[in-house]
Antibody, heavy 119, light 108 residues
Framework: QVQLVESGGGVVQPGGSLRLSCAASGFTFSSYGMHWVRQAPGKGLEWVAFIRYDGSNKYYADSVKGRFTISRDNSKSTLYLQVNSLRTEDTAVYYC????????????WGQGTLVPVSS | EIVMTQSPATLSVSPGERATLSCRASQSVGINLAWYQQKPGQAPRLLIYGASTRSTGIPARFSGSGSGTEFTLTISSLQSEDFAVYYCQQYNNWPPLTFGGGTKVEIK
């Protein structure tokens, strides 16, 4: 079945870096746009970044622009998020999700990976 | 940036009753509006896209309506598994893609 599995989360100090991964299976990964969405503890959902199916276009929320980088490896059906210069306000569960065609709603979500930023 | 506002923040409903959730956009999003359900400790799940189209496997008791700036999610007869937080999201004008703050549907 269609599945997205995130990994790479963990405690990191302010100013630190991490690389999150999202392994996809059960669908043609190279045909889907991919997103990262985060949720701070007890809060709502915040879109973070998007990458086009072929990696040709990338978009970011203003809150992470210049610090986070989204990328993908279609040969490995894997999505990445490099997170640098982390701040305490980046503490959240990070979800990956897919979208198809030009409609940017989130069809399938992973289970999330927690990134606590704390000294 | 399009701001999405959901009301009420919390809705207390008895099982079997109807629940009506509202979502308002700060400017028109056409019908480019999706609804998600999130249960505690779980990832969100897509319920509705295109304002009114149910996603695969979503029961018929969930229905969406509206266009422009005003949208509604209706759950016709609440089941125990429907108590959760519901989010709307616009995808008409982006980046950024934006969500409402959520409506928690709790047992009355």
């Amino acid at each position: 079945q269609v599945q997205l599995v995130e990994s790479g989360g963990g405690v990191v100090q302010p100013g630190g870096s991490l690389r999150l991964s999202c392994a996809a299976s059960g669908f043609t990964f190279s045909s889907y746009g991919m997103h990262w969405v985060r949720q701070a503890p007890g809060k709502g959902l915040e879109w973070v970044a998007f990458i086009r199916y072929d990696g040709s276009n990338k978009y970011y929320a203003d809150s992470v622009k210049g610090r986070f980088t989204i990328s993908r490896d279609n040969s490995k059906s894997t999505l990445y998020l490099q997170v640098n210069s982390l701040r305490t306000e980046d503490t959240a569960v990070y979800y990956c999700a897919n979208s198809y065609g030009t409609s940017r709603y989130f069809q399938v979500w992973g289970q999330g990976t927690l990134v606590p930023v704390s000294s | 940036e399009i701001v999405m506002t959901q009301s009420p923040a919390t809705l207390s409903v008895s099982p079997g009753e109807r629940a009506t959730l509202s979502c308002r956009a700060s400017q028109s999003v056409g019908i480019n509006l999706a609804w998600y359900q999130q249960k505690p400790g779980q990832a969100p799940r897509l319920l509705i896209y295109g304002a009114s189209t149910r996603s695969t496997g979503i029961p018929a008791r969930f229905s969406g309506s509206g266009s422009g700036t005003e949208f509604t999610l209706t759950i016709s007869s609440l089941q125990s598994e429907d108590f959760a937080v519901y989010y709307c999201q616009q995808y008409n004008n982006w980046p950024p893609l934006t969500f409402g703050g959520g409506t928690k549907v709790e047992i009355k």
